[in-house]
């Protein structure tokens, strides 16, 4: 297996463009969790899904952000409008979670808006 | 309060040394403990992982969990440069909870 692939893996868009960040998990996998990292922040979850259903979106820092799982082997984090503030490394991870085996961890995308 | 907490450091420690590095967590149903290496400008990567309580070894790695204190430690014996991470302490409940991460330098 690829392992979690995400893409792009850098992203430059200017303020107010429309972003957008995508996610395949590792095949078989079926909780995806999207993270955004900053030095300030750390790691933090913003959503995660369970069998392609969105579990916990509390970590969504506002209406500009949203996510989706249309299906097993896809997802997507969007930002609309996009705003410097949000310009971060954004990590994909997958994991069997009711089996207790740890997530792994796409190479992120590196956001950068100016 | 959050969820997993770390000590953000930076924690320094001469080559040969013993690194230890230590994490607590809110929620007694927590079940799996796991420890993250973050290189920078990399993705974390799993190192250890721990169920019960207890040590458990893994080369220069050792992993202890003391859930009746919500405690979790990584101890890296003979720390070498390449060491030099960030750690990430992670516990799973119904979704993972990452602490922000410990910083780790092994100086030469």
């Known amino acids: 297996d690829a392992g979690v692939i995400q893409s792009p893996r850098h992203e430059v868009t200017e303020m107010g463009q429309e972003v957008t960040l995508r996610c395949k998990p590792i095949s078989g996998h079926n909780s995806l969790f999207w993270y955004r990292q900053t030095m300030m922040r750390g790691l933090e979850l913003l959503i995660y899904?369970?069998?392609?259903?969105?579990?916990?979106d509390s970590g969504m820092p506002e209406d500009r952000f949203s996510a989706k799982m249309p299906n097993a082997s896809f997802s997507t984090l969007k930002i609309q409008p996009s705003e410097p503030r949000d310009s971060a490394v954004y990590f994909c991870a997958s994991s069997l979670l009711q089996r207790n085996t740890e997530a792994f961890f796409g190479q992120g995308t590196r956001l950068t808006v100016v | 309060q959050k969820e997993v907490e770390q000590n953000s450091g930076p924690l320094s420690v001469p080559e040969g040394a013993i690194a230890s590095l230590n994490c607590t967590y809110s929620?007694?149903?927590?079940?799996?403990f796991f420890w993250y290496r973050q290189y920078s400008g990399k993705s974390p990567e799993l190192i250890m992982f721990i169920y019960s309580n207890g040590d458990k070894e893994d080369g220069r790695f050792t992993a202890q969990l003391n859930k009746a204190s919500q405690y979790v430690s990584l101890l890296i014996r003979d720390s070498q440069p390449s060491d030099s991470a960030t750690y990430l302490c992670?516990?799973?409940?119904?979704?993972?909870?990452f602490g922000t991460g410990t910083s780790l330098t092994v100086i030469p």
């Open positions: 929620d007694r149903g927590s079940q799996s």
């Open positions: 899904f369970n069998n392609n259903v969105p579990i916990d």
């Open positions: 992670a516990v799973t409940g119904n979704q993972f909870y």
